[in-house]
């Protein structure tokens, strides 16, 4: 893959997820498994499997996502993608050249969306409680990072405890949620103040962080427009990360979804990898080997950087 600019990689990521299905009659599922086109990695390889050969075709949305519409007959489908992603060691934001907030006035007129309230991003419900607490923050980047550490200190996460019914008002009413909670409560917050912001899915891996949980699993977190640029903002952590893979952005989580499901289905099966190897020792495809994990400590292991034009 060759992307715009000159940029250093030396991190290798392996990234996938297995997932299984059930259908009790004939269904439609819109699967976003694959990372986007992002200037933050570059995938090295990658496998896709679609059950036993089901009818499918590859499209983008409106978001720029890549997204596979599969047609199920009854019985039992497994699903399986597995990518090798070069990423660099360097944390989150790192080479973003400015946070100039734009205004309505002079924000490109495809981004304007993301300045309104959707249907998890209620922000139209938290003017209010926002201006309250954050109105006298400097707009831009200070009050982006007052919101997150303000989620990050007052909402519990709680595993497992994420619905689909819940939008950012009802999460801080209920105050606990999970990474996708998270997301929408700084997505909306953020839009009050007229600030672009998008929910993004991808993979996450533990590089330079110990995780004792170990939890592996999809994602989720908010990017807001400064500068001209995305830039990420995760209240779930509210600390730089490495090795973020971007699966999809949207308005909210019903662009993001790793799948959509229409028609008699239900998910059976779901397992999600994203973890750290060593260049040359791992091949997609290979069994899931997590002896041969190289995040998941304090220290950071680089490698040869990877370059990409």
Not at 1 to 25: H, I, K, P
Not at 41 to 48: D, G, I, K, P, R
Not at 136 to 151: L, Y
Not at 206 to 229: K, R, S, T
Request: some cysteine; hydrophobic content about 35%.
């Amino acid at each position: 893959m060759v992307l715009a600019g000159t940029r250093q990689f030396d991190v290798t990521v392996r990234v996938g997820c297995s997932l299984g299905y059930v259908a009790t009659g004939p269904a439609t599922l819109c699967l976003i498994l694959r990372p986007r086109v992002d200037r933050g990695h570059a995938v090295l390889s990658e496998a896709l499997t679609l059950g036993d050969n089901l009818p499918s075709e590859s499209f983008l949305d409106s978001h720029g996502n890549s997204v596979i519409r599969v047609n199920l007959h009854p019985g039992t489908h497994f699903f399986r993608h597995d990518a090798l992603v070069a990423v660099t060691s360097r944390p989150d934001n790192y080479d973003f050249p400015g946070k100039e907030p734009p205004t309505p006035a002079n924000l490109p007129a495809e981004l304007l969306r993301y300045t309104l309230p959707s249907r998890y991003c209620d922000s139209d419900k938290l003017a209010n409680f926002a201006w309250n607490k954050f109105g006298q923050c400097e707009h831009g980047w200070p009050r982006v990072q007052a919101i997150s550490q303000w989620i990050k200190d007052n909402l519990e996460y709680r595993y497992m405890s994420g619905r689909p019914d819940l939008s950012a008002y009802d999460v801080l009413q209920r105050g606990y949620g999970v990474c996708r909670d998270f997301a929408h409560l700084a997505i909306a917050l953020n839009r009050t103040f007229n600030l672009p912001t998008r929910y993004v899915t991808g993979h996450l891996p533990d590089i330079g962080v110990p995780d004792p949980e170990n939890h592996m699993d999809f994602h989720a977190y908010a990017e807001v427009y400064l500068g001209g640029v995305w830039q990420t903002t995760d209240a779930r952590f509210h600390v730089p990360r490495i090795g973020r893979i971007t699966l999809s952005c949207g308005q909210d989580a019903v662009d993001g979804a790793f799948s959509t499901i229409y028609g008699g289905a239900s998910l059976s099966y779901f397992q999600v990898w994203a973890y750290q190897v060593q260049r040359g020792t791992v091949a997609v495809g290979d069994p899931l080997d997590f002896s041969r994990r190289l995040d998941n400590q304090t220290s950071i292991v680089t490698e040869t950087p990877y370059w990409v034009e």
